[in-house]
């Protein structure tokens, strides 16, 4: 079989919400990500950052009012936000804490940094900054080995730019 083609990326991530504001309030509001456009009478929204038409959609279409998916069953796992270096993340991190959303998880994986939380309908989402591949780890093969050690959060916090 032939593998996809290498500059395949994962262009957006479309997700059933119960409160398309609150939703909006967390990936714009918390995150960050732009408001490009109402949707379908407005129910549903897009999302960007740095002027993509969407990285981020959300929908009502199915899901107004509704409860998040019992544990146990299958369904997203997470979705996962790359940012372009350990500042950004850092930044992220600053504002998840600010709006007092809870940190579930932090890990250093070998390959990258990453913080977990969920969004308002309980959707995981992961925010993470890749290392440089030359710093993966690698058995003596040199196949890839990742790792799951605890990420310093304080010292990632520490890091965060400074807010106007």
Do not use: C
Not at 79 to 89: C, H
């Amino acid at each position: 079989m032939t593998p996809v083609h290498p500059a395949t990326r994962i262009g957006h991530v479309h997700l059933k919400v119960s409160d398309l504001e609150r939703a909006i309030g967390f990936y714009s509001g918390v995150l960050g990500f732009e408001l490009t456009q109402y949707y379908s009478g407005g129910q549903a929204a897009f999302l960007s950052a740095g002027g993509y038409h969407h990285h981020i959609g959300l929908n009502t279409w199915e899901s107004l009012g509704a409860t998040p998916p019992p544990k146990g069953h299958t369904g997203l796992f997470h979705t996962a936000f790359l940012y372009p270096d350990r500042t950004a993340l850092a930044d992220a991190l600053r504002r998840v804490v600010g709006a007092g959303i809870p940190v579930e998880g932090a890990a250093d994986h070998g390959v990258s940094e990453a913080i977990y939380l969920s969004d308002p309908d309980l959707n995981g989402v992961e925010l993470y900054v890749d290392k440089p591949e030359a710093e993966w780890p690698r058995d003596a093969s040199g196949n890839l080995a990742m790792v799951n050690r605890p990420l310093d959060l304080d010292r990632l916090m520490a890091e965060a730019p400074a807010r106007n």
